[in-house]
């Protein structure tokens, strides 16, 4: 079976799109995967790729399925088309709507998921979502789950961590939160939480990258940190490269995550990997994920997240606890799974 991929995120690789498109290219094998791409210098250019270059290039290539890895199917295709739908933030989340153009590109590609033959999705909560908000019938979508990424499960020397703690000015107890500083992520609330901890010891560690240019999408974390008193025990890390990552998690006390929308929830299901206790949000993909090996709570409810954290923070039976039980709930989720999965669908699909 040969498939054509749009492989536009070929050039973002550190997005999770572009994970997801590296991870399923390396462990496709019952498949040709003809990736077709283009680097797309403006936001035109991108739609006259998904709309009209990739169709007409995956139509000459004679391909048996087409496959749009991310949300922007074209309207038009000659051959069966499979489209992975990962989340509907903007449609879910008004504000990530930014503009009449954005909002008219919403609606463009949501016509085009609706004319596919198959969507697949990273969870059963993105399932739901794509059923209810597009109008989809459930039978034409189809959950395949991600996984944690290998290079990040790799076992850490103590000398590793040491030296990244160095790097990054961190204590021998530092809570790690890593991922998007966006407003879904919901960053100050923990922010608050662990300023209701002011007797017991911890230090906080946020990897992601600041930005100041759009302050409704992207809260001023620095000036909430002053605001509640706490800014001495938060250390901001900028955008944490790769090849710290495994130590940053391997040497931390525990893991929060309070995010209010995943579609799928890669940086906790990481972290469970390499064994962090992790506190996570109850809201959408992540309970699948979690299972019974994270402490999960309502990130709105007040106090929840304090209190949780306050169990981790001084129970060593507790951590050692989800410790154990994290790696054993992570490798559930394999790219080697995912991939044969997809390969399953295609040839559904095609069939």
Not at 2 to 26: E, I
Not at 278 to 293: H, I, N, Q, Y
Not at 302 to 325: K, N, Y
Request: aromatic residues 8%; proline residues 8%; hydrophobic residues 45%.
């Amino acid at each position: 079976m040969r498939v054509a991929l749009n492989a536009h995120f070929r050039h973002h690789p550190g997005t999770g799109s572009g994970q997801y498109l590296t991870h399923l290219l390396r462990h496709l094998s019952g498949v040709e995967a003809l990736p077709l791409f283009r680097r797309a210098p403006s936001s035109l250019a991108k739609l006259l790729w998904e709309q009209t270059r990739f169709p007409l290039a995956a139509h000459r290539s004679g391909a048996d399925v087409w496959h749009v890895p991310y949300f922007a199917p074209p309207l038009v295709h000659t051959r069966p088309l499979v489209v992975t739908i990962h989340d509907l933030i903007p449609l879910i989340i008004p504000e990530y709507a930014t503009s009449p153009l954005v909002r008219a590109y919403n609606r463009l590609v949501s016509a085009g998921a609706r004319r596919a033959d198959l969507i697949l999705a990273d969870s059963e909560a993105s399932k739901r979502d794509i059923v209810r908000l597009l109008g989809i019938p459930a039978a034409r979508v189809r959950v395949v789950y991600l996984a944690a990424d290998e290079a990040v499960m790799r076992p850490v020397p103590a000398d590793e961590i040491a030296a990244v703690r160095r790097k990054y000015g961190l204590a021998d107890r530092y809570v790690l939160y890593f991922g998007g500083l966006d407003k879904r992520k919901n960053v100050p609330a923990l922010l608050r939480a662990l300023a209701e901890l002011r007797d017991v010891d911890w230090q906080l560690a946020v990897s992601g990258r600041l930005r100041t240019d759009n302050p409704v999408l992207f809260p001023d974390l620095p000036a909430a940190a002053a605001q509640l008193g706490i800014q001495d025990r938060v250390r901001f890390l900028g955008f944490a490269p790769d090849e710290d990552k495994p130590a940053l998690i391997h040497g931390a006390t525990c893991f929060a995550f309070p995010s209010h929308y995943e579609g799928f929830g890669m940086d906790p299901l990481e972290a469970l990997a390499c064994g962090a206790p992790v506190v996570c949000s109850d809201r959408s993909s992540l309970p699948e994920l979690m299972g019974d090996a994270a402490l999960l709570v309502d990130p709105d409810a007040p106090g929840a997240l304090a209190a949780a954290l306050r169990r981790v923070l001084a129970d060593d039976a507790l951590r050692a606890d989800l410790a154990a039980r994290g790696p054993a709930q992570a490798a559930r989720f394999t790219w080697q799974r995912t991939a044969r999965e997809t390969e399953e669908a295609y040839a559904a699909c095609a069939s």
